[in-house]
């Protein structure tokens, strides 16, 4: 059983310019959610993704947007960088929403750097 | 919404003590209750999580929980610390067909020799 992947694991980008993180989900997950974990915080909910379509969002700006594709992997899309944005980024990947119990499944996340 | 609140963002104990971190929940309906690690630059990997069956739960590592609605809380409990048990635990609650599991700010465990 494969686990949840991402890429980059690092990356260092400028303000302003744009970043897109990658997320494969667990096989046989077809629910892919966001979070923001800034330095020394618990993780914070950007938005989750469900049948390609977005199912929830938490309080992060529009220049925060996502993608699902049908094999339910997953971007993250950040524009117009700031200094606040550096981050581990975590993906995580879930049941069905009818079946599920709340857990998630984490990957080891994408640590971006802004400079 | 659904919240958690860890208390005490800092615990140290000696190795083979034993090992409390506290969180309490707040919430309107039942909830689901869950205790992560996390290990430095690795994501969240799951300790135990309560759904409504026993109260009291069992996780990995000899990580155990209690649900207890009168006080709502569900702290963490290990008999006796290993220096393996360092890591930062991260307390989160969500609820049924809910989206959007809520994380408390982490609490970093040291366990010294």
């Known amino acids: 059983e494969t686990g949840v992947t991402q890429s980059p694991t690092h990356l260092i980008k400028t303000r302003g310019q744009q970043v897109t993180l990658r997320c494969s989900s667990q096989s046989g997950h077809n629910t892919v959610s966001w979070y923001q974990q800034a330095l020394g915080q618990g993780p914070q909910f950007i938005f989750q993704?469900?049948?390609?379509?977005?199912?929830g969002r938490g309080n992060f700006p529009p220049r925060f947007s996502g993608l699902q594709f049908p094999n339910y992997s997953s971007e993250l899309n950040v524009n117009a960088l700031e200094l606040d944005d550096s981050a581990l980024y975590l993906c995580a990947s879930s049941l069905a929403i009818q079946k599920r119990t709340g857990e998630l499944f984490f990957g080891e996340g994408s640590r971006l750097t802004v400079l | 919404a659904q919240s958690v609140t860890q208390l005490g963002s800092h615990v140290s104990v000696s190795e083979g003590a034993l090992v409390l971190l506290r969180c309490n929940y707040s919430?309107?309906?039942?909830?689901?209750l869950f205790w992560y690690v996390q290990y430095p630059n690795q994501g969240l990997q799951l300790l135990l999580k309560y759904t409504s069956a026993a109260t009291l739960v069992k996780g990995i590592n000899g990580f155990e929980a209690e649900f207890k609605k009168s006080e709502t809380s569900f702290h963490l409990t290990k008999p006796s610390a290993h220096m393996s048990d360092a890591a930062e635990y991260f307390c989160a609650v969500s609820v049924y067909l809910d989206n959007d599991m809520r994380f408390g700010a982490g609490t970093r465990l040291t366990v010294k020799p």
């Open positions: 919430s309107s309906v039942p909830p689901y």
């Open positions: 993704y469900y049948r390609e379509e977005e199912n």
